[in-house]
């Protein structure tokens, strides 16, 4: 129970952009054998900036598949770095560059 109650709370942190629940969840999936879905929380929290999530790509036991995990991982990544844009951001962004 306490652990399903944990992951609930790191998915839930993760969903809010707190890299190192990402980076658990990750852990959890490839202690699970779920290298595709650690890889893609890996993916993701890297791109937060998490350093041990880069790391983490170098681990050789991490998947025999890896390789196509993380073509997969970051085609899906860059899909959701395109759903995090809103025309707000990008109004913000002309803005900022505007009035500096």
Do not use: W
């Amino acid at each position: 129970k306490s652990k399903a109650k944990g992951l609930r709370h790191f998915e839930a942190a993760a969903m809010q952009g707190h890299a190192l629940s990402r980076f658990n969840l990750g852990l959890h999936e490839f202690l699970d054998g779920n290298c595709g879905r650690a890889l893609r929380h890996f993916m993701i929290s890297a791109k937060m900036g998490h350093s041990d999530s880069i790391n983490a790509f170098r681990d050789p036991e991490c998947c025999a598949t890896r390789e196509g995990a993380i073509r997969r991982g970051t085609e899906r990544n860059l899909a959701a770095v395109e759903e995090t844009k809103s025309p707000e951001r990008d109004h913000a962004a002309k803005m900022n560059a505007e009035y500096g």
